[in-house]
């Protein structure tokens, strides 16, 4: 009896693709990618950043989480499918990066949100920066 196929994730490899998109986008910009995929906590699996960049333009790392959407729709807000669940795992994960790297610099966070699928034309990339997920509330944009 053979046994069946495993089927991949297709919401993990088109976030994988966007993570993909999103650091080329970084690097054509002047950042210079640090690490992808990081999970500073090996015992929480929710606390993953997908790309930290050096932004040597404001001599500061930034924080990226990926958003990998099939569709620009009119319908969709920016920054909405980062939750504030998701926006405490993150701040959890920085801040535990942040201390095991003994990183005292500074620092900020950015989304960027692709849409489009692998093979499917040229993807529309929306990169906000600075949203507001650290201490310094001025610095930030508003999450709404």
Request: charged share 35%.
């Amino acid at each position: 009896m053979s046994r069946p196929r495993k089927v991949g994730n297709l919401g993990v490899e088109r976030g994988a693709w966007g993570e993909s998109v999103a650091s080329e986008y970084l690097r054509r910009a002047g950042f210079v990618i640090v690490e992808r995929n990081v999970r500073p906590v090996e015992r929480d699996e929710r606390l993953e950043i997908d790309i930290i960049a050096w932004d040597p333009e404001r001599d500061e790392m930034t924080f990226v989480e990926v958003k990998q959407h099939a569709d620009l729709t009119p319908y969709g807000r920016r920054l909405r499918s980062v939750d504030r669940r998701k926006q405490q795992n993150l701040r959890r994960a920085c801040n535990a990066w942040r201390r095991i790297n003994k990183w005292a610099g500074a620092c900020r966070f950015d989304v960027i949100e692709i849409y489009g699928v692998p093979g499917g034309g040229k993807p529309v990339i929306d990169h906000i920066p600075n949203v507001r997920l650290f201490a310094k509330p001025e610095r930030f944009v508003n999450w709404n």
